[in-house]
Structure formats: structure tokens, C-alpha cells
């Protein structure tokens, strides 16, 4: 299995973790985003990464969780209730409305709510959305040096315990 990956972007992140968490063998294919290889453009047209390769080729870092997620069962990240896996998925599919539009605005420095998005955000319930959202917490604490509402600094405390989050941490702090 290949991860194409970026240390930088948060959506690799995402696939990071994952793998950690699962595992899982495979090695890390890391581009220059600033300066992509013509090549990625054959695997996504968009040019985007993640990118898995895992005998097939798949993009998209929800999609890969999933995957993964169903493709190395332990531990698991989405819930076993059918009811509570919906609701997962649901705040992960609405990332851009629950951070991500907030977070770049503020880091393009154009009008946000990102305090008040991180204030509310739906995290602690199962590990594919705080998987999914822990990202952009990390480097909202660490590259935009936000201070972090109480709930969710003691939420990615707790997070952190995790090997695999606590390697992407360090990984952030050599990145700032
Ligand atoms: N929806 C994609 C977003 C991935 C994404 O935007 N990756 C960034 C790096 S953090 C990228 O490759 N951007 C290149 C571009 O927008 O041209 C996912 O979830 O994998």
C-alpha cells in the first residue's frame, strides 16, 4: 500500500492517522505541494492529495477512512450502531460548513467564525469524525496559535494519548 502524502496538508492527515492507529504497512510517497510532480495528475486529475494506492487507486480522505475503516477493522473508527455510523458520517460530509470554510478564511485572514465553529464543534463521540476533524484543530493550536476553547483543548488532550495522534502533533510542531 502507497500513501501519497504532503506533511502539510491536513487531509493527508487524516490518512495518517488511520494508518497509525490500524497498523497498517505502507510506505509514504511525499510530494512537494508547492510543486507537484506531473505524475499526480494521472492518479487524480485534480491534482490532489491524499491519494491511496492500494492495488487501486483512491482519493478523497473521507473515502480512504472508510476504506481503511473496513479494510482493517481494529480498532475501529466509525461506530457499530447504524443510527450513530450516520451521524458520524454526517459531520464529516459537513466538514467545510463545521471548520474548514471558517479555518481557511481565517488563515487567508478574510472575515470568519472560526471561534464560534470551534466553540460547537460536534468532536468526542466516535474517532472517524474526531480522526476526521482533529487535523485542523491540531494546527489551529499549533500553526495559527489560536487558543483552543477549554472543551476542545481537554478533548485533544485526551486524543493525544493516542500514538497516532501524538506523532502528528510532533509532526505539526516541526512543520511551525
Ligand atoms: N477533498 C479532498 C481535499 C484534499 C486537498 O484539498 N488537498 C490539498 C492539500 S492539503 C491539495 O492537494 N490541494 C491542491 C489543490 O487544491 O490544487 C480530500 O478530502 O482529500
Known amino acids: 500500500m502507497r500513501l501519497i502524502d504532503a506533511p ?3 487531509y493527508c492527515a487524516r490518512v495518517r492517522i488511520v494508518l497509525a492507529e ?3 504497512e ?3 510517497v511525499e510530494i512537494d505541494l508547492r510543486n507537484r510532480p506531473a505524475w499526480i495528475y494521472e492518479l487524480n486529475p485534480s491534482g490532489k492529495v491524499p491519494v491511496l494506492d ?3 487507486v483512491l482519493p478523497e480522505s ?3 477512512m472508510e476504506y481503511l475503516d473496513e ?3 481494529e480498532p475501529p ?3 457499530a ?3 450513530a455510523r450516520a451521524a458520524a458520517r454526517l459531520r464529516v460530509y459537513r466538514f467545510d460548513e463545521l471548520l474548514g470554510d471558517d479555518y481557511y478564511a481565517f488563515r487567508r485572514g478574510d472575515a470568519n467564525e472560526l471561534a464560534a465553529r470551534l466553540a460547537t464543534l460536534p468532536v468526542g463521540d466516535d474517532l472517524f469524525t474526531d480522526v476526521a476533524f482533529a487535523p485542523w484543530v491540531i494546527r489551529a493550536r499549533e500553526i495559527l496559535r489560536i487558543e483552543l476553547p477549554a472543551r476542545l483543548a481537554s478533548w485533544l488532550d485526551g486524543l493525544a494519548e493516542r500514538p497516532a495522534i501524538g506523532e502528528e502533533i510532533e509532526l505539526v510542531r516541526g512543520l511551525s
Open 54 to 56: 492500494d492495488g487501486f
Open 71 to 73: 479494510r482493517y477493522p
Open 81 to 83: 450502531d447504524p443510527v
Open 22 to 24: 490500524k497498523g497498517i
Open 26 to 28: 505502507h510506505e509514504r
Open 8 to 10: 502539510r496538508c491536513p
Open 62 to 64: 473521507a473515502v480512504i
Open 77 to 79: 473508527l466509525l461506530p
